[in-house]
């Protein structure tokens, strides 16, 4: 099986564009893209795009060839939607392909929700979940997220003090990355203090409603030999699982299947484990996500994590600095883009050109898991840098 | 590179489902292809679900995981989105994650159309075209179709009466097929006299609204033999192309560069080319489609596909039977699952169990044909059958 090198990714910053497009926003993040690679355009043989509501934000569907078209590429390109984890998904396939024989391929996705209102947002997003049986009675993300929270206080204890160490690690982590939603730090009493969302969770629990695009140019290790690229990070692992659609089928609503068989897969593909994992990048949608994905990726035993960013586990001083990007709290969670965006910043964390790589001057191996709906699908992957 | 088996396939008839949901007619559908493949839910390790109009006809986005469940499958899946050619896309990837080394994926498509008004599904449609640059002016399908059929027209020539043998043809080789949203045959005169929708096109020349499903499992070559399965046809080719979003960004309205690309790549993996042609399942969403279809395949030199089903050259005893299913016109076209349909229908007359296999007792090799949108992407994959 033949490696699969990253050979350029490219964001926009993260945060309000309601003066632009998604297409808009892919065409930049690509420009990007292609730059940092030193790849031409003509090279690639495929698109996967991730896009999670386009129909709602912009009443557009089939973007694969739009995407294409917006990155100057002449190639097969599709769409792909797992929600939140529709770019992840993108990469994934991106991967796929690249075993499959190609040499080049270009992944990403793209994300406009600041054009709708915040309702018209919600209800999108809800679409994620299930219609029939989950939002016809009134549930939304904040409102299933917070269920999981709640349930996991009652099964293991812990408190919202906990979670708000977590949103103060993800903010912290922001400050200095230009690419973030948020370059602010919070405090405890802020996130406790915090309007209300939908309990246990405050305003700050919850990741912001953002506009961006994400893409990543993956070759084959021949091809990145044979032009000699500068391209050192290196895709080892690529896993991704499903469970049932909605909470209500699931066996425990404090572990994420998904995510465990997508962590596994991936693992056993990079043949390493998690100890041997340096820093991720995990789906922290609300703050309790992040406790469920260290859990699910076997970082933690369940009900372990809790306390992690609290003890400083997961800060960036600790034995696994979490979320270094300000993960989907701080740096934004455009979510067609957000699993592609993940892959870009540990890219650039391995590299050591990312504004936070000086934290972690001897990370070489990191893990990304990005997560749709409530974990009804979960993609993982492992990047390693060359020694 | 693997050759990939076609083990067994399932569709439910395409038709009015008002009374059903998407997922239900997916669970159907796979239930057919699971049994007609013997083999077991178990196996597949992944899923590849086409889908449009989703969001639009049940509010349902992350449509992968769900179908996974619906079929009983615990596996990773996604949805992917290719506009009428989603389900062409997902056998495709169905297949090139074969070829990267799984032995069993699931692949499908389901569509419900029928529960929104025919304004609501015109609309809906209408996200497949460009909403800044074409949707925004006024153009809907019909009108794109008609102003590429008008164009034709004045370009080569030809006129009304022979797209209407086409729609003539199709219906005929639906009447005996139950799968058919249309079991009766139409006159030229009937098609010609039809109430206009966008001329030339009067009500005959377009495919209908329709509900269904479609699902085939994909195994790979040392699985079918492992397994002893039976399972004759092979995918020897899949290929996929993209062009520019926007009709008016074409340098030619009577050229479909997608579909040449798409069959250009099929062609070649297969080693053959259309002269090597049997039997070919088209899209011919609108009459029209049908003759640039037949011209971007190579099977008639630009100009030369308007008069072939007028002069009996593409019906069941011409030299190149197209559509014998029905096609999109009378079979019916839920858009989500007419890619996959095709498979599904081209498999069987290759197997020799199709209602219409008799009209082509000697046919070995297939091609299908899916096209999204104004054909700004195109998935054809090359059948052939075990001699």
């Not at 893209?33 to 690639?44: L, M, P």
């Not at 405890?188 to 305003?203: C, D, M």
């Not at 300000?326 to 504004?355: F, M, N, W, Y």
Request: hydrophobic fraction near 40%; charge should be negative.
């Amino acid at each position: 099986m033949t490696d699969v090198r990253i050979a350029g990714v490219g964001m926009t910053p993260f945060g309000r564009h309601t003066e632009r497009t998604g297409r808009d926003l892919f065409a930049e993040a690509t420009a990007r893209a292609f730059t940092d690679a030193g790849v031409s355009r003509e090279a690639v043989e495929e698109v996967f795009f991730g896009n999670f509501m386009g129909e709602f934000a912009e009443t557009q569907g089939h973007q694969g060839p739009l995407a294409a078209e917006m990155a100057g590429v002449q190639a097969p390109a599709t769409r792909l939607d797992s929600a939140c984890a529709s770019s992840g998904a993108a990469v994934r396939y991106g991967v796929e392909r690249i075993r499959a024989g190609a040499d080049v391929v270009l992944v990403g996705g793209a994300e406009r929700m600041n054009n709708l209102s915040t309702a018209g947002t919600t209800e999108a997003l809800a679409a994620a979940a299930d219609a029939l049986w989950e939002v016809r009675a009134g549930l939304t993300f904040p409102g299933a997220y917070s269920l999981m929270a709640n349930r996991y206080f009652e099964r293991f204890g812990g408190d919202r003090e906990d979670l708000a160490h977590i949103s103060v690690k993800n903010h912290a982590n922001a400050v200095e990355n230009d690419l973030a939603q948020y370059q602010h730090t919070l405090t405890v009493e802020e996130v406790l203090n915090a309007t209300t969302i939908s309990s246990p969770f405050g305003l700050y629990d919850c990741s912001p409603i953002s506009d961006g695009a994400s893409a990543a140019v993956l070759v084959s290790e021949s091809f990145a030999a044979a032009h000699n690229l500068d391209a050192p990070v290196r895709i080892t692992g690529t896993g991704q699982g499903s469970d049932t659609f909605a909470l209500q089928d699931r066996e425990s609503m404090v572990r994420t299947p998904a995510a465990e068989r997508a962590g596994d897969a991936a693992f056993a593909e990079a043949g390493i484990g998690p100890d041997d994992v340096d820093i991720a990048e995990v789906h922290d949608c609300f703050t309790v996500a992040e406790v469920l994905a260290l859990e699910a990726l076997g970082f933690y035993d369940p009900g372990e994590a809790i306390g992690a960013a609290r003890r400083g586990e997961t800060t960036v001083d600790g034995r696994l600095p979490v979320n270094l990007s300000g993960g989907l709290k701080a740096k934004g969670h455009p979510v067609g883009a957000t699993g592609c965006a993940q892959i870009s910043e540990l890219t650039k964390l391995l590299r050591g050109d990312h504004v936070n790589s000086d934290v972690v001057p001897d990370a070489e191996v990191g893990i990304t898991h990005n997560a749709g709906g409530t974990v009804a699908s979960c993609v993982v992957h492992v990047l390693e840098v060359d020694g």
